[in-house]
């Protein structure tokens, strides 16, 4: 298998795996069905093997899925960005793609902000200001940067296996957001965008920005 396991996909993939058991017992039909989503579930977890850029220029996507804004803004103030517009590039992650998530560019994080908010569907611009979300701000070298995990429509549980003060590299895993979702990454002042609205990323390797 050239792929791992998120380690919080294996308690699913065991409740999906009982549950069709039981099905297939009642119902063969339904038990295969189960079956099938259990399968389903396996994939959704999947953790592929990447090969991260080794320069220590550029920024990496932080998630796999197609880029569905890009916008110049003002970050929010509590990210402590800086009052200056800067580019926000968003994934957008359906159900079908990989969904844990990756440390855009090495540094130390400065600040953890967990945000509750509504579940509106991912795509939507909306969704970077009012659903649940958690906010790293990384400082690297000279610039300050933000990744932030949006909760959609029907995923609703945001994992981040980082905290205040840690050290992290580019193309760490550092989370995953459950069952379909978007990233956001606030790029720093004077970065060179390297991709287009609508283009397919992959975390860890795709280029979304040098600076």
């Known amino acids: 298998m050239s792929f791992s396991i998120h380690p919080e996909g294996w308690r699913f993939v065991a409740i999906f795996f009982f549950i069709s ?15 099938v989503l259990t399968a389903w579930c396996l994939y959704f977890f999947r953790s592929p093997r990447r090969i ?7 920024i990496v996507s932080p998630a796999d899925g197609i880029v569905c804004a890009i916008i110049d803004a003002v970050p929010p103030a509590e ?21 844990v998530n990756r440390i855009p560019l090495a540094g130390t994080v400065s600040k953890y902000i967990y945000h509750p908010g509504k579940f509106f569907n991912a795509s939507l611009d909306k969704a970077s200001e009012h659903n649940e979300r958690l906010t790293l701000v990384i400082h690297h ?34 989370g995953l957001i459950r ?3 978007r990233v956001d990454v606030w790029l720093p002042q004077g970065a060179q965008l390297q991709v287009l609205k609508g283009q397919r990323m992959i975390a860890g390797e795709t ?5």
């Open 141 to 174: 070298a000279k610039i300050t940067y933000a990744v932030i995990q949006i909760a959609g429509l029907i995923a609703r549980r945001i994992r981040c296996d980082v905290k205040e003060g840690d050290v992290l590299t580019t193309g760490q895993l550092y």
């Open 179 to 181: 069952f379909g979702s």
């Open 79 to 99: 990210y402590d960005l800086g009052e200056e517009p800067r580019t926000r590039v968003s994934v957008f992650l359906n159900v079908f793609d990989v969904h």
């Open 21 to 35: 058991l039981i099905c297939y017992w009642a119902a063969p039909g339904l038990g295969l069905v189960g079956f």
């Open 52 to 58: 991260t850029p080794t320069r220590d220029d550029v």
């Open 207 to 211: 280029i979304i920005a040098t600076f």
